[in-house]
T-cell receptor, first 111, second 113 residues
């Protein structure tokens, strides 16, 4: 079993839809939870991160962590074609531990 | 703009022919990482440097080596590439080892013929 599981998609939604992207994990030691966005032929860029459980909002993006279920989510409100990318979740047990990535979910937002 | 630069963006090499990938950064970050990302798979950490201190992942094949001659540059050497080494190679940096945010370069796509 992989430490981090992520549905590869592709997920295709119309512009303006609410998007939900999810990851599950097996290592209960994970404390830091990150979402990276990767455009085609580019490197990943950090969107947002959360420490431990709870929600965090940044503009149209909301990250949610449920440690009891070992489940994290990224919600995108009012999705735009420019949100079309691969979204990778990543986790670490502490700031000094390496990041463990999910394989990414490919999202396509069509006008 | 401060950034992470990788050269070349695309590299074709022959089976068994040594190849070197290059990464440079203008962020003046202490930590530099090399990841391997195969198609539709998660980026996998190969090794990282904290300043000049080299840290190899336990499952990184001996075929992969790295050099960091100074703060700005880091190289990935593949001594005898096999077909299974075809992948995107991503370089990343972070300010400190404890930093959550890593800054990625655009990657080098390696093809082995």
């Amino acid at each position: 079993q992989k430490e981090v599981e992520q549905d590869p998609g592709p997920l295709s939604v119309p512009e303006g839809a609410i998007v939900s992207l999810n990851c599950t994990y097996s290592n209960s030691a994970f404390q830091y939870f990150m979402w990276y966005r990767q455009y085609s032929r580019k490197g990943p860029e950090l969107l947002m991160y959360t420490y431990s459980s709870g929600n965090k909002e940044d503009g149209r993006f909301t990250a949610q962590v449920d440690k009891s279920s070992k489940y994290i989510s990224l919600f995108i409100r009012d999705s735009q074609p420019s949100d079309s990318a691969t979204y990778l979740c990543a986790m670490s047990a502490s700031g000094y531990n390496k990041l463990i990535f999910g394989a990414g979910t490919r999202l396509a937002v069509h006008p | 703009d401060a950034m992470v630069i990788q050269n070349p963006r695309y590299q074709v090499t022959q089976f068994g022919k040594p190849v070197t990938l290059s990464c440079s950064q203008t962020l003046n970050h202490n930590v530099m990482y090399w990841y391997q990302q195969k198609s539709s798979q998660a980026p996998k950490l190969l090794f990282h440097y904290y300043d000049k201190d080299f840290n190899n992942e336990a499952d990184t094949p001996d075929n992969f080596q790295s050099r960091r001659p100074n703060t700005s540059f880091c190289f990935l050497d593949i001594r005898s590439p096999g077909l299974g080494d075809a992948a995107m190679y991503l370089c990343a940096t972070s300010r400190e080892a404890s930093a959550i945010e890593q800054y990625f370069g655009p990657g080098t796509r390696l093809t082995v013929t």
